[in-house]
């Protein structure tokens, strides 16, 4: 083959919807920080310059999945985009390289009814982690949800209601390579304990010139910690193993295949049930592609396959991962290990509660009915034509590389803290280095640093430390599992290398000014769940 080689690369893809920034000056903005008492989810949207609090929802869809929301159908029982979006579970998740495509029947507009009856209508599936047809209306496994928290809030409110008539008043512990936020306000909220098992010694580390030849894969489980947390407490209080890929509250980092195949060992020499949270699959995968022997041959689905083989269910956020701006999914393995230790049983074995159909009274009172999960038909359509895409490796590299720029772009101009490598989703910086350690936990700096960044540049970014991960409510064990970060969120196909380029000069400036970023106190709702969504704050002058 023929080849005129070049020393960048070739555009991957281009946009043709454009929106304009406003001009916004730093008077108008510190009017709004105070009168939204400096709670940045509060701060309007259309003032900044650039977003960068969260991926989640934030996609730019592709053409292909603005077309799928032309064939969405609102009707309320098994419209067409449930079969389409069951299916493409199956694809994307179960059937590797062996893909059906059941979507471009409707894309088609195919009028064959026997033909939509055979391939997509009435299949029958069962044994894996999506049931079909007769299967899943007899044992529901499968939960379409508007979105991530949904299907962890229903999923643990079933656990707690489940484990509690067992065993009443007993508190229970839910491990995790780190768990996000929602996820630990949930399992709190059942009375139980989130634990966090990762090694935060390996993510500080960094080596010379910032950059590794392969990523090392800090968000992986600490297999020995996990196994002696269960040994401590006991198995027959760890109802569940979790592992959140990639790993979003330790910085976004990748897990390896070998550490989930492990971890999902260890949790089954126990009898434990070992789920995902797998808002970030694909990208997983990409990491695993590019940086884990063995898999360099393999495309993103074929590595997923595996993936989830070694999982008995799981929650995930279908906001993420270049997906669609909503969705979600709850799933567990068809007679599995979840469903086993869950459900109840006779004495000759026969279910006398499928813990699949509680799951499914709590979805419909909650959010609807099973065809649809709190979605709109169109919503359902685009989520389904994402899933394909965010398979696509260029559109993987594309944005993990985006990622990889933002942090070496902090890290040559010498700000001090940047996580390295980059997580496949954004650039973390950790406070307590950026500010020389001179900052104690109890200055939520992480907080000021980020309202600063708005006040002076129209940047929004996230704090995901001391303040949001409430250190100072944590017990001293907990404590060891924060860290005190703060997350710059590249969303998917949205921005250009000026917005990159904007947000290292104005990162750059701020560190060089660092001794100016005040402090943050809390003046109401210190104690509240999930406080950094509704606490108010004020800034005042850090003394160092
Ligand atoms: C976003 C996210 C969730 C929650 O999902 P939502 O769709 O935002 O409700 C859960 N886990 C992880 C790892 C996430 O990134």
């Known amino acids: 083959m023929k080849n005129y080689p070049l020393n960048v690369e070739a555009p991957k893809s281009f946009s043709y ?9 730093v008077e108008q903005r510190e009017r709004a920080l105070k009168s939204t008492h400096y709670n940045e989810f509060a701060f ?12 989640s929802g934030t996609t730019a869809m592709t053409d292909v999945q603005w077309s799928a929301m032309f064939l969405g159908d609102e009707s309320y029982g098994r419209n ?49 982690l999506f049931n079909g047809g007769a299967a899943q209306m007899e044992r529901p496994n499968t939960f379409i949800m508007p979105q991530g928290r949904a299907a962890e809030s229903v999923l643990f409110a079933m656990v707690s209601k489940i484990l509690g008539e067992r065993h009443p008043g007993k508190n229970f512990t839910i491990p995790s390579n780190g768990h996000f936020d929602t996820t630990e306000g ?10 966090n098992c990762f090694d935060k010694q390996l993510l500080w580390e960094v080596p010379e010139g910032g950059v590794y030849e392969k990523n090392p894969f800090k968000g992986n489980m600490d297999t020995a910690k996990l196994e002696a947390l269960i040994e401590e407490v006991g198995p027959e209080n760890v109802p569940l193993v979790y592992t959140t890929i990639t790993n ?53 689905f074929a590595i997923a396959k595996e993936l989830f083989s070694y999982c008995d269910g799981f929650t995930a956020s279908l906001k993420k991962d270049g997906h669609a701006n909503m969705g979600g999914i709850l799933a567990f393995r068809d007679k599995g290990l979840f469903w086993k230790n869950f459900s109840d049983f006779d004495a000759e074995g026969n279910v006398v509660t499928d813990v699949g159909i509680l799951l499914k009274v709590k979805q419909i009172s909650s959010y609807g009915n099973d065809s649809y999960g709190g979605m709109s038909g169109r919503d359902i359509m685009a989520l389904a034509a994402g899933l394909y895409e965010c398979g696509r490796v260029e559109y993987l590299k594309e944005r993990v590389d985006q990622c990889e720029y933002l942090a070496q772009g902090f890290y040559k101009n010498g700000v001090k803290g940047v996580v390295l490598p980059a997580g496949g989703h954004g650039v973390y910086i950790n406070m307590d280095e950026f500010f020389d350690g001179k900052r104690g936990h109890d200055s939520f700096a992480g907080a000021g640093f980020s309202l600063e960044l708005i006040r ?19 017990t001293s064990e907990q404590q060891k599992e924060v860290c005190n970060v703060v997350r710059f969120a ?33 003046t109401l709702g210190h104690k509240l769940p999930m406080r950094h969504f509704h606490a108010f704050l004020e800034p005042y002058e850090a003394e160092e």
């Open 17 to 25: 919807v454009k929106r304009n920034i406003p001009n916004v000056t």
């Open 44 to 55: 309007p949207a259309g003032m900044l310059t650039v977003d960068m609090l969260s991926d």
């Open 80 to 128: 067409k985009g449930y079969y389409v979006l069951m299916d493409a579970f199956r694809d994307v998740f179960e059937r590797g390289d062996d893909q059906k495509r059941a979507i471009n029947l409707v894309r088609t507009d195919c009028q064959d009814i026997d033909k939509m009856m055979d391939e997509l209508y009435l299949c029958e599936y069962e044994g894996g």
């Open 186 to 195: 949930n399992i709190k909220q059942m009375g139980s304990t989130p634990r």
């Open 248 to 300: 979003n509250t330790v910085c976004g980092q990748p897990v390896s295949m070998a550490n989930i195949r492990e971890s999902s060992r260890i949790a089954h020499k126990y009898g434990i049930p070992f789920m995902l949270d797998a808002a970030r699959w694909a990208e997983n995968c990409y990491f695993i592609k590019v940086n884990e022997a063995g898999y360099e041959d393999k495309s993103i």
């Open 456 to 474: 002076r540049y129209g940047i929004r970014v996230s704090e995901l430390g001391d303040f949001s991960m409430e250190y100072d409510l944590k």
């Open 490 to 522: 590249v969303n998917r196909s949205q921005l250009s290398r000026e917005h990159l380029d904007y947000v290292i000069a104005a990162v750059t400036e701020l560190y060089k000014d660092r001794q100016s970023i005040p402090n943050m106190r809390i």
